[in-house]
């Protein structure tokens, strides 16, 4: 066990792809700016925790502070992302942050901002005691690009926390100027939904493996999955759901044989 996995002290440093575990604070931005983005955050007492941003000390406001930005942050004890005011007289400056795109669940608290003047954009907080504490009184207005939704992790169990089709997290995130790669070095904005409009998704992990179903009839194309997949992409009465009808010379079902030549 470690005190703060990452921390950050009076400068700019950007987080990116690390997995940070069974510390007392994953990462820990203490009157620094940067952004912490495609971290996969598990298992620690506080996920993320951000206090103060870099005082410009001609004006004494503070010029920059952080970015938390899709990240998954699972099964932190006390809170998933923190966010409160900085030490000492940075305590008294304007303090505007950015918290968006971000998976957290399993804490006692999700997504806690102890002060008014954050941007908490596009997140899924589910599963926590408490999923969403906003505000220096607890009472700042949730916007509705925020949810509490299952994000269908692949294997939770397992340790793996991509995202499965149909997810909620899927082209949702936050999309401003984010670019790059994701936790696992894949190309981070990818159309995965199928509408031709590519978002980041929520979370660390940009889902990629979009596979249509062209005739809309419940099952996918064949795109080289596993499972039930679709023989026929343009018949919508052609799928492994379907009632073989014998003497027709059609298999209906997909299971490779048509009933009257068995």
């Keep these: 066990d470690c005190g703060n996995g990452i921390r950050t002290y009076d400068g700019e440093t950007n987080i990116y792809a690390n997995t940070l575990t069974d510390n007392d604070v994953g990462i820990a931005f203490v009157d620094s700016s940067g ?9 620690n007492d506080i996920g993320i925790s951000v206090s103060g941003g870099i005082t410009d000390f001609i004006t004494t406001e503070i010029s920059t502070t952080p970015d938390v930005l899709h990240n998954t942050v699972v099964n932190n004890t006390t809170a998933g992302i923190t966010v409160v005011e900085g ?14 795109g971000n998976i957290v669940s399993g ?21 926590n ?5 906003l505000g220096a009184a607890g009472d700042m207005e949730l916007d509705a690009s925020n949810i509490s939704e299952d994000p269908l992790f692949t294997d939770v169990d397992g340790g793996d926390h991509s995202l499965q089709a149909g997810s909620p997290c ?7 100027e984010f670019t790059g790669t994701d936790y696992d070095g894949a ?12 978002l980041a998704d929520m979370g660390a992990f940009e889902f990629s493996d979009y ?3 062209s005739d809309a009839d419940g099952y996918q194309d064949d ?40």
């Design 35 to 43: 952004t912490a983005h495609s971290n996969l955050v598990s298992a």
């Design 87 to 100: 030490t000492g007289s940075m305590g008294d400056k304007s303090e505007v942050y950015l918290v968006a």
């Design 107 to 127: 804490s006692e608290t999700g997504v806690w901002v102890g002060l008014d003047t954050a941007s908490v954009m596009n997140n899924n907080s589910i599963g």
């Design 129 to 133: 005691t408490t999923d969403y504490l």
């Design 170 to 176: 899927i082209d949702a995130g936050w999309d401003t």
């Design 187 to 198: 190309d981070r904005i990818v159309d995965g939904d199928g509408d031709d409009v590519a």
């Design 211 to 213: 596979c249509p179903d």
């Design 223 to 262: 795109c080289g999955q596993e499972g039930d997949v679709d023989c026929d992409d343009a018949d919508a009465s052609v799928n492994p759901g379907a009632t073989e009808t014998w003497y027709d010379g059609i298999d209906q079902d997909c299971d490779g044989n048509d009933d009257d030549q068995d």
